[in-house]
């Protein structure tokens, strides 16, 4: 892939139901920009009201990159995140567009655009192995120990990604202990990473390519109050087609053990369909999950001392008319 051009980017983040996606729409048809979705879901082909995907009318003409470009019964990674945003970014940039990232994925955001030296960490099958034979509860102790700043904002809940972190972990403390955010660790450094053989850095710096963006960071701010009420109220609309969409998605072979994996409602809504939780119980657990979820969302966008938190369309307006003039 070529060096991409030197140009200007806008990042829109912001908790799950905060209205980045449709923020992001507007802002494109003023500044002719194209939209880069960064959603961990979204790029599953056929996980459409579960993950909240914006709609073909919602898109209101804007092309939108990286979604329905994986079949969810595969593993997207961060690192094919990055490869496929890349693509993204050379294209708009190409057509003298402006890139606008919008999601509430921020990791992926933060490989894409070299803010994280953990892309192209490869799959390491023989931790995988030892990994898989653990509970959730126990993966997530192991992760708290490695890398207590991620354990703060990853679904302690999600076995697929507890095990992808606690690789990445391992590979960082290895090669270099001080990339951690937080000390912890030990339990004779967790069993001495799990005793595994050590392996190369594949920890990859930040490109020149990536580094001659010019990025203003945006994240779209809801008080908590508004926050509960816009996730309650756009769940209860949603609810009816999740479960229609995880029967289907089971029935073409997505098997219930993925289903958990990827995420709060196709995980709650699943067990609901088995006949494990009533729909009511199902209603509240899946309420309060993802509002933790939002939470966990928010602390990780936090670390990010560049964004400029909005509260109003007015206020991204000025932000970046005063940032593409410069």
Known sequence: ??????????????????GKSDLGVRIAKQINGEIISADSRQVYKGLDIGSGKITKKEMRGIPHYCLDIASPKKIFTAENFKKYGSWALEQITKKEKIPIIVGGTGFYIDVL????????VPPNPKLRKKLEKKHTKQLFLVLKKLDPARAKTIDKNNPRRLIRAIEIAVII???NPSLILARPASGSEVSAFLSLPKVGNHAKKTSKSVQSYSVLWLGVQKSPTELK???HTRLLKRL???IIEV??????????KRMNELGLEYRYVSLHVQGKLNYKLMTNKLQTAIWHYAKRQ???FRRNKKIHWIKSEKEAQKLIK?????
């Not at 980017?9 to 908790?15: A, D, H, L, R, T």
């Not at 655009?113 to 192209?120: V, Y």
């Not at 005063?322 to 410069?326: C, D, R, S």
């Open 298 to 300: 928010m602390t990780w």
């Open 247 to 256: 029967q289907r998605l089971h029935k073409n072979g997505l098997s219930w």
């Open 240 to 242: 009816p087609g999740i």
């Open 322 to 326: 005063q940032f593409l003039q410069k």
């Open 113 to 120: 655009l070299g803010r994280m030296q953990t892309a192209n």
């Open 1 to 18: 892939m070529k060096s991409i051009p030197s140009s200007k980017i806008i990042v829109i983040v912001g908790s799950t139901a905060s």
């Open 173 to 175: 403390r290895q090669n």
């Open 229 to 231: 009420k816009r996730i």
